[in-house]
């Protein structure tokens, strides 16, 4: 039986034979439409995507500026509560500082708005004592909003500047630049440094920017996140080598190699802590909120800083998320979505059934660290949800099917967040498959037409009825506008993506401010550099700066080779190893390969006109697992599948017949640890490409020597049931695996073979589909060594037994 698909109707659109229509110039005003996503098209997109941002923008100038945002709907001006200071969710972003400004600079330089930003340069270069203030900040909200955002367009103006090819070195703001954008990131970065000057090495969330940690009550210090305690590091480490003052790398890699010191067995992390006695609150973690951008930092600083043990601390993570997060209904081979849920980072059970917006940064962290095929998947499932609610909900319970009348939306507000088109580009730049193209523009359509307001972007206070939030924070602009215009430059046109900026290993921060730092480049020591400057700017308004810097670089540049950072993480085995026991075979290890190139697009694709998204298994599977999850609600109106766009569709798929779902699985999926799960890190796992030396290829087989600790995902087979390769279970294939119906057992102990009794069920048989993290082949078999320890056993056919069952894809290598 054929699944019926897209939520019980079975998707009828048929490809239809359309030619390119003529392309047009580039011109926005055209009245000749252009075809879909057509060069033309796209530069249409693309323009109207930079007339929102400057919507936005000149709304901020003319209501909201100086202060720190403006609201949407109501056009006044918004910053800090003075008088609540426990609104922590209004003002750990807000400094009073017109972070607006701060976090769209690097965004005026990429939309190339001269005049603009000639404007507000002029602004910050007069307001020396910008952060001179008497408000209380959240340090990372600080640190990647308003620290990133002055490094990234410091950088920016600087390769600008310098560099006499580029179209931009004659703009008058330019050619002037002279780099007193690091002057005020330093000044930021001495405000916010002593957050981490604490007894414990963790630092406490908050700062009083006039006031030091002395201005902030102490009950709003009692709890930090973990990746509001890590990812400073990445900011505050290249503030160190553009500047040449230490502490600031020092004081937040200290704190770094310090939380992954205390990462669990299980190579995770809790996601909350407090700070002054350095205990962990929770035991739960995941990919979302309070631990996203360790992740993400982890990886970005291997390649910024061509830093290696920063590298094994993402693989580590991410092999110990593969193994104990991951969770894919359909199984590892079918697609159909893929959802990384919060576990306990001592045990590994499910902790919490709940996906929130920020996790939709993943996919796109993966695409950067070559996990490409993975990122589809984990996409997917946030495409689904886009879908349904026209947003991406702030916790959303996607579990939770089993009743009519539980509540999946648990926190019900959307405002604006940037991740799920953050991936979206991502996924587009690595595959170049158009259906990435339709899926910004559908966001497009839903900013132009249900999120714009009179003065700015609202989002939702509540999905589910469609009120809205008078609120527009700054990373609507600096995050989900400048990737969705990034998204429509196919063309390659924009600075971020010209030879400009070949060679220069940038990476976005996760503000998206572009960051990178050459090495190459010498940087002299920040006090000579501020000598030089105040001698050449004594009477200037920046003269109090200044001042300000080299005070605090002599207070503090002292310490800064004193303070060491602790132990990093131990380097993984290498790729290819043998050991005493098989010195005959080669053996790969199969999650080190993984890493050894990037994947560049996992589609089946054919001409250039053709999206592969349409070639993927099971598409719309997740409609129907998640149906009482995925229910529209009313005031948006029939639900919209993106990927039945019909003129996309008509254009973009190769499909020639009716586009149908296989079957979905009906077999049991179920984890099973063997052993104490502790010791999971030490097992060896390793692929078998040849067998010497009589040459025998096992090129999809694994080899694990002892399987006592392992974590397995298995599949039940039984007769009449359909598996995750969409096959039927026969009566004929199960009983291939008994001679009789009760098959003798034996055990190894001390070399003495002991026969068994225990009896084998021959109804069934279980098939493995991960072990420690690791997908195993449908093509190939696991081989393992005769020591299984107490859990598993043999058959006389030499086939292994777990829990009374016979094992389909492990056999012994005796």
């Not at 019926?4 to 047009?24: E, N, T």
């Not at 308003?146 to 103006?157: F, K, Q, V």
């Not at 910024?304 to 993402?314: C, E, I, S, Y």
């Amino acid at each position: 039986m054929i699944l019926q698909c897209a939520q019980g109707v079975i998707i009828s659109l048929l490809i239809a034979a359309i030619s390119f229509s003529q392309i047009v110039q580039a011109n926005p005003s055209a009245d000749v439409p252009p075809s879909h996503l057509s060069p033309a098209h796209l530069r249409l997109l693309k323009y109207e995507t930079k007339e929102l941002f400057l919507h936005a923008w000149d709304s901020y100038m003319n209501y909201g500026f100086p202060a720190d945002e403006v609201t949407p709907i109501s056009c006044q001006p918004y910053g800090p509560d003075f008088f609540d200071l426990d609104d922590t969710v209004r003002n750990d972003a807000m400094g009073n500082t017109s972070s607006t400004i701060l976090d769209n600079l690097d965004s005026l330089i990429i939309l190339e708005e001269w005049d603009r930003l000639s404007v507000v340069l002029d602004y910050l270069e007069g307001t020396p004592d910008l952060f001179n203030q008497n408000t209380i900040i959240q340090v990372f909200e600080s640190t990647i909003r308003s620290l990133g955002g002055l490094m990234s367009s410091h950088l920016l103006l600087e390769t600008l500047r310098d560099d006499p090819q580029s179209r931009a070195s004659e703009v008058e703001c330019i050619k002037k630049y002279d780099g007193f954008l690091l002057e005020l990131a330093l000044d930021l970065g001495y405000r916010l440094i002593p957050a981490f000057k604490t007894t414990t090495q963790m630092p406490v969330p908050r700062i009083n920017l006039s006031k030091g940690v002395k201005g902030v009550p102490a009950r709003l210090q009692k709890e930090t996140c973990t990746a509001g305690a890590a990812s400073p590091a990445l900011e505050f480490t290249l503030l160190s080598k553009l500047s040449g003052d230490l502490i600031f790398e020092n004081y937040t890699q200290q704190t770094f190699w310090k939380l992954w010191s205390s990462k669990s067995p299980l190579n995770l992390l809790p996601m909350t802590l407090d700070p002054l006695s350095s205990l962990w609150k929770d035991s739960t973690t995941g990919i979302g909120a309070s631990v996203d951008s360790f992740y993400e930092y982890a990886a970005k600083m291997s390649i910024l800083f061509d830093d290696k043990d920063m590298w094994n601390v993402f693989k580590t993570s991410y092999k110990a998320l593969l193994t104990h997060s991951l969770y894919e209904p359909l199984g590892t081979v079918n697609s159909g979505g893929a959802i990384f849920s919060n576990i306990d980072v001592n045990s590994g059970r499910l902790a919490s059934v709940w996906l929130d917006s920020l996790g939709a940064f993943w996919s796109g962290l993966q695409v950067l660290t070559g996990q490409v095929r993975d990122a589809v998947r984990t996409h997917m499932i946030y495409l689904k949800i886009w879908n349904t609610y026209d947003s991406i909900p702030e916790r959303l319970d996607f579990v939770n099917r089993h009743s009519e009348t539980g509540r999946p939306i648990q926190l019900e507000w959307y405002p604006l967040r940037p991740e799920f088109i953050e991936s979206t580009y991502y996924l587009y730049r690595a595959t170049r498959d158009p259906m990435y193209l339709q899926i910004g523009e559908r966001v497009l359509e839903l900013l132009q037409t249900k999120f714009k307001q009179r003065c700015g972007f609202s989002g939702f206070q509540n999905v589910l009825t469609g009120e809205l939030q008078d609120r527009m924070e700054t990373f609507v602009m600096s995050e989900t506008l400048k990737y969705l215009y990034l998204l429509f430059d196919a063309e390659d046109k924009v600075l971020l993506h010209t030879n400009l900026m070949d060679n220069k290993n940038w990476v976005f921060s996760t503000e998206a401010h572009p960051l990178w730092y050459d090495k190459r480049k010498t940087v002299p020591t920040i006090k000579k550099k501020l000598e030089d400057r105040r001698i050449n700017n004594e009477n200037s308004i920046r003269s109090s700066l200044l001042d300000r810097i080299t005070a605090k670089f002599n207070m503090y540049g002292s310490l800064s080779d004193n303070i060491t950072i602790a132990q990093k993480a131990p380097h993984l085995y290498p790729n290819y190893y043998t050991t005493g026991d098989q010195e005959n075979v080669v053996k790969v290890d199969p999650y080190e390969e993984r890493f050894n190139q990037c994947e560049v697009s996992p589609f089946s694709t054919g001409p250039f006109t053709s999206s592969g998204y349409y070639t993927l298994k099971n598409l719309f599977s997740s409609n129907a697992i998640y149906g009482n999850v995925l229910k529209r609600p009313k005031h948006l109106g029939p639900h919209k599948d993106i990927e039945l766009n019909e003129n996309f569709y008509n254009r973009f798929s190769l499909v020639q017949n009716p586009l149908e779902c296989e079957r979905l699985p009906t077999t049991e999926l179920s984890d099973v640890v063997l052993g104490n799960i502790n010791f999971m890190s030490s097992i060896q796992i390793s692929k078998l490409p040849l067998m010497k030396p009589k040459g025998e290829k096992h090129e999809y087989d694994l080899w694990i020597p002892k399987m006592a600790f392992s974590r397995l995902k298995l599949e039940k087979l039984e007769v009449d049931k359909i598996d995750t390769m969409n096959n039927r279970i026969t009566k004929e294939y199960i009983e291939s695996f008994f001679i009789e119906k009760s098959d003798p057992l034996f055990t190894i102990e001390n070399g003495t073979t002991i026969v068994s009794d225990v009896k084998v069920d021959s109804t069934s048989v279980l098939r493995v589909l991960q072990v420690n993290g690791v997908d195993v082949d449908p093509r190939g078999l696991i081989w393992t060594s005769p020591y299984l320890g107490e859990t598993l056993k043999y058959t006389s056919r030499n086939r292994v037994v777990l829990e009374g069952m016979v094992v389909e894809n492990i056999l012994s290598w005796w």
